[in-house]
DNA sequence: TTGAAAGCGATACCAT
DNA sequence: ATGGTATCGCTTTCAA
């Protein structure tokens, strides 16, 4: 997974003088340069009102001795600690959620970009709220990212009390306008799902949901009995399911509904780890997935399960959550460039693709 | 997944004096107390000449006030920054790997055990070395774990000459003695677990790899060639591939093999993901796992592929990532600690566990 | 266009 | 046991 470019790594470092490990300071550079401090930082800076040679000169020393400023120093200068927060409570990182990893490589390029850090806690649930304390009295990040809001969520409020910029990353039901966000519609995915199901004659569909103290799982089941009741159909809780979404959560209630009585002709996915499992359960019971039983699932666009391709093995609602990291990120950036701006939160369409899991209902 | 103590987050914030937001420091503190800034200092960070009377005055007033230290002026002032890096360059983000996000959550435990922070740094393949020497100059870190070390590594060398300690999540072939690192016996676990095929029966072995221009990947393969080897067999370059471990990637290579002129009857595999693939595969052939065809995989633990139960699905070679990553992260604690003692590195064995995936060659 | 000096908020040495 | 003060390395105001 590594390359590395033998030109940069393969050679010698270039240590002509032992200085480039040594770390000079702006005093030291300064010194060399016959320049004060205030100007060599302004040449580095950036700042207009300093003379193109003089920049030129300080520019050249400041990559000849290797010189990078000590980010502690500017930090406690400027106040700004050009970083972000992600606190991850124990009871979501017990179940790591691969969701979590891709959003958090679409933060990431973005704050690097920006000249961010990103600094993740992994804590106890009963010190979360300890946790964004202490980030906001210790200085240690400019703003965090809020995962996984639930139905009923609290976390908003501590932040606006302690005055901490955030964006959420899904929705907090009751505060959408007061709070910035990133989320897909996931009532309207489910929903037009459900309707694709519907249409190709399926009558007894199984819901795989999420987790359903979470709001995108309430919404999702929403938008399943909403698509339900439009055709004066109504769910049946006896084949709907809510747990984390692991392989075995799918394989196992997939495998016994599948041998009841009345089994489904068709499931509702809320992740493809979760399809993958239902596809193996049908896989030993003998039938064929997309012909004896349909699936539809909802693709996070995680790159270690690929569902691409021509036709993609699932059928699925797909939104990358990779891009909403991304956004997300930006969308803080610019609250903790200009705080007083209104919140503008995002909304993300899922897109609805056909592939080889899905087919009418048998005996159509 | 989200629980919240409703004592701690839903009722009203205890902002009697709205000063829990204000974020007092050190100076207000002390002047609060009409005692010197270093005394109060010295109270909070428990050192012994204190007096007990004041230190209890001194952490009372502190709690009231809610004053935490400012980790930029401590950082400077101490010069040491309180955090460890991880980078991660394009070419491993890109197929942002289940695995990395398990390893990140152990070591995040550890860090946050020690008052450590965890920065993560996502970057362009091409300014990997310029990530480590920011992090050096710019003292962004104290230390950095290297992840995915490649079968030709230069970054030890890098880091080495920087001076930036580090501990190698992984082996560093070559580097062996000269840099602390944490990995699991590879080779040792796939010539188990290929010797477990053999004595089973299976003469026809595929080997499903990782990156074979990965330390561990080649690893594994020499385990799996030494075992063959041993009993008189070579290697069948037919079926051996080696890859990113995506699902696809054993869904699809198993199929093709199994539907060839000589198809194997056992699967090693190197990674759970591509394993559930290849078990895919095998149900599309009509075929039964751990009857018609065998398959053993590494399993890393992750939390959202559990394996487990009284028979795993999977007969695997099992080592915890996580686990990996909580004793990682202490050895370089340890290092940073003491930077002049002997680097001390940790190898674990893989269990080997049996589980539903394997069984006789059939026909035996 | 450049510089002197005052912060930023802690720690730590040297006195007392 | 407690306090004064220099220091960490940078930014930024104010002067020149």
Not at 24 to 49: C, D, F, H, I, K
Not at 84 to 95: A, D, K, Q
Not at 176 to 186: A, P
Not at 328 to 352: F, G, T, Y
């Amino acid at each position: 997974m590594l390359h590395f470019n033998n030109s940069l790594f393969g050679g010698r470092f270039q240590s002509v003088l032992g200085i480039m490990s040594k770390g000079v300071n702006l005093r030291e550079l300064s010194n060399r340069l016959n320049l004060s401090q205030t100007t060599v930082s302004r040449a580095l800076n950036g700042y207009p009102e300093v003379s193109a040679e003089t920049r030129k000169r300080v520019a050249e020393m400041a990559d000849e001795l290797g010189y990078a400023p000590n980010s502690q120093a500017r930090r406690l200068a400027t106040g700004r600690s050009m970083a972000i927060g992600h606190v991850i409570p124990r009871s979501i990182h017990e179940m790591m959620n691969p969701i979590f990893l891709e959003f958090i490589a679409g933060a990431g390029e973005t704050y690097s970009k920006h000249g961010y850090d990103m600094i993740i806690s992994v804590v106890e649930d009963d010190h979360e709220e300890d946790a964004y304390r202490q980030i906001a009295t210790r200085k240690k990040a400019d703003g965090v990212i809020v995962h996984g809001p639930a139905a009923d969520e609290h976390r908003h409020r501590l932040l606006k009390e302690i005055n901490l910029p955030f964006v959420v990353h899904g929705r907090i039901p009751g505060a959408e306008s007061e709070t910035t966000w990133v989320d897909m519609n996931n009532r309207r995915a489910f929903e037009r799902a459900t309707n694709l199901l519907l249409d190709l004659g399926h009558q007894r569909i199984s819901l795989l949901n999420g987790l359903e103290h979470m709001d995108f799982a309430r919404r999702r089941r929403k938008g399943f009995e909403d698509a339900l009741a439009a055709r004066g159909l109504a769910a049946d809780n006896a084949i709907m399911r809510s747990s984390d979404m692991t392989e075995p959560f799918g394989c196992d209630n997939a495998m016994e509904m599948l041998k009841s009585d009345n089994p489904p002709t068709a499931f509702l996915v809320s992740s493809m780890i979760s399809a993958i499992g239902v596809a193996r359960a049908i896989g030993q019971c003998g039938l064929e997935t997309g012909k004896d039983v349909s699936i539809i699932t909802h693709d996070d666009a995680l790159s270690f399960l690929p569902n691409s391709g021509e036709v993609p093995i699932f059928t699925c609602t797909r939104s990358s959550v990779r891009y909403a990291g991304q956004r997300a990120a930006e969308l803080l950036l610019d609250i903790i460039a200009s705080p007083q701006r209104e919140p503008s939160s995002l909304h993300l369409d899922a897109e609805l693709i056909i592939g080889q899991s899905t087919g009418p209902v048998p005996g159509r």
